[in-house]
Nanobody, 124 residues
Framework: QVQLVESGGGLVQPGGSLRLSCAASGSIFSINAMGWYRQAPGKQRELVAS???????NYADSVRGRFTISRDNAKNTVYLQMNSLKPEDTAVYYC??????????????????WGQGTQVTVSS
């Protein structure tokens, strides 16, 4: 009952910047934590950054100081500002949300949702 739609991926040169957006829609009651994950070819999916509904953030060591996660609760949207991009940042980036939604069966239900993924390529 909740859909995540991502945008903002693309091709940039090393040192460049990108801003990813992920908007949640549907019968949403509330969204708790939201985050960004990434998966490079041949690699396991890893957490990049997360943010709670209260604004507390957490970052992977590899991106701390370069990436910034933020959210707009009124728009049910999470952002990932990526600066000083490196070739090793190349991956498919996935949006994630821990949400409570209105259920026709149970009134309220909690589930974890994933976006479809957006490609980020950093190359010269």
């Amino acid at each position: 009952q909740v859909q995540l739609v991502e945008s903002g991926g693309g091709l940039v040169q090393p040192g460049g910047s990108l801003r990813l957006s992920c908007a949640a829609s549907g019968s949403i009651f509330s969204i708790n934590a939201m985050g960004w994950y990434r998966q490079a070819p041949g690699k396991q999916r890893e957490l990049v950054a997360s943010i709670t509904d209260g604004g507390d953030t957490n970052y992977a060591d590899s991106v701390r100081g370069r990436f910034t996660i933020s959210r707009d609760n009124a728009k049910n949207t999470v952002y990932l500002q990526m600066n000083s991009l490196k070739p090793e940042d190349t991956a498919v980036y996935y949006c994630n949300a821990d949400a409570v939604y209105y259920s026709s069966r149970y009134g309220r239900s909690r589930d974890i949702y994933w976006g479809q993924g957006t490609q980020v390529t950093v190359s010269s």
